[in-house]
């Protein structure tokens, strides 16, 4: 069984959720669910961390951007924390890369969305 972990913080007012494990067609609604009610509080900015993902599929895939979606509808800074190769990759290969804004580490996000 796929196992998915997630913890939430807060820096300056923004919500940096971290998650670790898998995120496939198995453990997908869960992630989007956390999404979609963090962006549903309306902070000023969402990061997402996947710097501990062993595994990232289409579905995360479709996560993020649904959260993106989302993010731009309700005018909220959305980026996406990764230095990994299991995640940069398959954004790479469908170009999502190109709609989200992506990040080496969480301190970069918050600074860049702490100083727009």
Do not use: C, W
Request: glycine share 4%; no cysteine.
């Amino acid at each position: 069984m796929n196992e998915l972990r997630h913890r939430t913080t807060y820096v300056q007012s923004i919500p940096i959720i971290a998650l670790a494990g898998e995120i496939d067609m198995m453990s997908s609604a869960p992630v989007t669910s956390r999404l979609t009610a963090l962006l549903d509080r309306k902070p000023p900015a969402l990061v997402v961390d996947l710097r501990e993902v062993r595994f990232f599929g289409s579905e995360g895939i479709r996560a993020l951007v649904e959260a993106q979606a989302q993010a731009d509808e309700l005018g909220i800074k959305f980026g996406v924390v990764s230095d990994s190769k299991v995640v940069l990759r398959p954004l790479q290969m469908t170009a999502v890369d190109k709609i989200l804004l992506l990040f080496a580490d969480v301190d970069d996000a918050v600074t860049a969305f702490s100083a727009a």
